[in-house]
């Protein structure tokens, strides 16, 4: 697979590479092609960072992106239906993140049908053709994560797990990485194991709950970085933030403030933008008949606050 990722990145240099003075030049003749990049939903930053990258991806390729997500947070149904809108309006490529892996085949299926080609992005796609998945390695990336995470809280203690949306392969995915990692730790108990769906708001209410149900908890550890975030709320409301320790994953700007402010200990630094401008330029090159790689990893390394620094700036820029 890396094999076929190096080939890409230099077929991408060879284009550049054709005796033209700039990228603006390279792109100055090609079709301008209009293309949707549908997310799960616009009520979390990680998404509006996604979109800000397809953006820019788009005007360095000179590309009409659509940005798009359901009305209702993680709603496949709508986002389907939102592809039955660009097959109509005659779009060139579809770009989806699936809120349901499996959910989202039909919709795939029409595009199919259509002649429309689709690429998947940050989550994984079940049914129907598409171009490639363009997105972190979510299993992997979590493991590390809460290897690290549990590494730093001296290997032991009582625990609660926030998972995400059920039938989100991301999800399935982080949920795996992060028993992996527990599974390594004999002195680390998991007191329970819910479904915040990915949201700051549940991630509150959950935690909230949960606050109620165990006297004693070390800390928990998230799936995303909303439901952290959310979570942080809850326990910094019931006075227990100095004894309940939180970890993350996405590294979207409130989480790596958040760490910089010694709230969240940990997250993992997917890079939204990189997703997006991978998963733009993938469906940019198969329309131009060149060969795509079915995966593209984008890194996904843990941030705590030994590194939060270069985050940060990132920021600030």
């Known amino acids: 697979m890396l094999k076929r990722v190096v080939i890409f990145c230099l077929v991408i240099s060879f284009l550049f590479t054709l005796g033209l003075g700039s990228r603006d030049e390279a792109f100055a003749g090609a079709k301008r092609y209009k293309m949707v990049f549908i997310v799960k939903s616009m009520d979390n930053p990680f998404w509006n960072m996604m979109l800000e990258g397809a953006q820019n991806t788009a005007k360095d390729l000179n590309l009409e992106i659509k940005g798009l997500a359901p009305i209702k947070p993680n709603n496949v149904e709508e986002q389907i239906r939102q592809m039955e809108d660009a097959i109509t309006a005659k779009m060139d490529a579809i770009i989806v993140v699936p809120s349901d892996s499996k959910g989202i085949g039909p919709g795939i299926e029409k595009a199919n049908r259509a002649g429309i080609p689709v690429m998947t992005s ?17 299993e992997e990336a979590a493991y590390l994560v809460a290897k690290q995470y549990l590494t730093l809280m001296g290997g032991k203690g009582n625990y ?55 006297p004693k908890i070390d800390g928990v550890i998230c799936a995303n970085d909303e439901m952290a975030l959310g979570a942080i709320e809850a326990i910094d409301a019931a006075k227990r933030l100095k004894d309940i320790k939180v970890a993350g994953f996405d590294g979207n700007n409130d989480a790596i403030k958040s760490i910089s402010e010694g709230r969240l200990v940990i997250t993992g630094a997917q890079r939204p ?3 997006a401008y991978w998963s733009v330029l993938a469906a940019y090159m198969h329309l131009e008949g060149y060969p795509v790689p079915r995966e593209i990893y984008v890194p996904c390394p843990p941030v705590n606050k030994s590194n939060v620094g270069e985050y940060l700036k990132r920021i600030k820029k």
Do not use: Y
Not at 122 to 135: D, L, V, Y
Not at 178 to 201: G, H, M, W, Y
């Open 122 to 138: 940050n989550t994984r796609a079940f049914g129907g053709q598409f171009i490639a998945f363009a997105g972190a390695p979510n």
């Open 160 to 214: 609660i797990i926030l998972e995400g949306v059920p039938g989100a392969q991301t999800a399935i995915d982080r949920k795996t990485g992060i028993d992996r990692a527990v599974k390594e730790f004999p002195n680390v108990k998991v007191l329970a194991s819910q479904t915040a769906k990915f949201s700051r708001v549940e991630g509150m209410r959950v935690m909230e709950n949960l606050l109620q149900q165990f």
């Open 273 to 275: 933008d990189a997703q």
